[in-house]
């Protein structure tokens, strides 16, 4: 499971595929978005966000959660492609 936690604007211009977003800010009040019987796979554009997020996965939420390293630049720097949210 792919987690994005930028904010949503950043999310709906481009997003990795079958990702969810729940921007950091809101991910303490918003646990129950991320599944807590899958692997949790962090993305920002900024890994020190990610790695807040996956502390916060791990301390609030007890989420097996991992820092992709790199995150969306990464992704992008791959080849990849980032999709837009519908109807953006």
């Known amino acids: 499971m792919i987690v994005d936690v930028r904010p949503a604007a950043g999310y709906d211009s481009g997003h ?3 990702s969810i977003n729940v921007p950091f800010p809101e ?3 918003n646990m129950d978005m991320v599944p807590e019987d899958k ?3 962090v993305v920002c554009t900024f890994d020190t966000n990610s790695a ?3 502390a916060a996965m ?3 939420g007890d ?3 991992w ?3 790199g995150g969306i630049p990464a992704w992008l720097d791959a080849g990849r492609e980032l999709v ?3 109807g953006m």
């Open 16 to 18: 990795i595929p079958a």
């Open 58 to 60: 791990r301390i609030f």
């Open 63 to 65: 989420r097996d959660a």
């Open 39 to 41: 692997t949790i796979a």
């Open 52 to 54: 807040f997020a996956v």
């Open 27 to 29: 991910l303490i009040p």
């Open 67 to 69: 820092v992709v390293v």
């Open 84 to 86: 837009p949210t519908e």
